[in-house]
C-alpha cells in the first residue's frame, strides 16, 4: 500500500534510473536507436561510444540492460560467432526520452549551442519545437514528448 506518494524507494522513478544507471548505458541506448535498422554488432557499438571502455564493463553494461529489457541479444550460429544487439519494444519507447534528454542537455547546458543541438538532435525537427516519438504496435503503446524552444 502506498503511505506516502513522494517515497520514491517505492516509486517508479527508482526502477526507471536503476535500469540505466550506469555510465556507458544510456549512450549504448543512445547509439542502438541511430544504429541502422537499429541492429549492431558488439564491436561496432563499443566503437561508436567515444570513450575508452574495457570489454568487462561494457559486456556488463549490455548484460543489465538485456536483464531489464531494454536491450535484446541475438546470437547466430556462425564461425566466428555473430551477435547483435538491438533495442527490445520496451526499449525503443525509452529511448525518445533519451533523445529528450540529450537536447536539454544541449539546450541548458555551458558545452553546446542552440545550433548544435539542432544539427545533431535525433527528433523531429518542427518550426517551434522538437519532438520524439515511438509507438509500438506490439505492445499497444506509445510515447510521444514535445521539446518547444
Known amino acids: 500500500m502506498l503511505v506516502d506518494k513522494n517515497d520514491l524507494t517505492t516509486c517508479s522513478l527508482s526502477y526507471v534510473f536503476s535500469a540505466f544507471d550506469g555510465k556507458w548505458k544510456p549512450f549504448i541506448i543512445w547509439y542502438l536507436w541511430?544504429?541502422?535498422?537499429?541492429?549492431?554488432?558488439?564491436?561496432?557499438?563499443?566503437?561508436?561510444?567515444?570513450?575508452?571502455?574495457?570489454?568487462?564493463?561494457?559486456?556488463?553494461?549490455?548484460?543489465?540492460?538485456?536483464?531489464?529489457?531494454?536491450?535484446?541479444?541475438?546470437?547466430?550460429?556462425?564461425?566466428?560467432?555473430?551477435?547483435?544487439?538491438?533495442?527490445?519494444?520496451?526499449?525503443?519507447?525509452?529511448?525518445?526520452?533519451?533523445?529528450y534528454l540529450r537536447d536539454w542537455g544541449a539546450e541548458f547546458g555551458d558545452n553546446y549551442t542552440h545550433e548544435d543541438m539542432m544539427n545533431r538532435t535525433l527528433g523531429t525537427k518542427l518550426d517551434d519545437a522538437l519532438e520524439y516519438g515511438y509507438t509500438s504496435e506490439a505492445l499497444g503503446k506509445s510515447i510521444s514528448i514535445r521539446f518547444d524552444y
Not at 41 to 69: C, N, T
Open 34 to 99: 541511430s544504429a541502422p535498422n537499429g541492429v549492431c554488432r558488439y564491436g561496432e557499438l563499443k566503437r561508436k561510444i567515444p570513450w575508452d571502455i574495457s570489454h568487462k564493463m561494457f559486456a556488463q553494461q549490455l548484460r543489465e540492460l538485456e536483464e531489464v529489457k531494454i536491450v535484446t541479444r541475438t546470437e547466430y550460429d556462425e564461425k566466428p560467432l555473430r551477435v547483435e544487439y538491438s533495442l527490445t519494444e520496451p526499449g525503443k519507447l525509452l529511448a525518445p526520452a533519451m533523445l
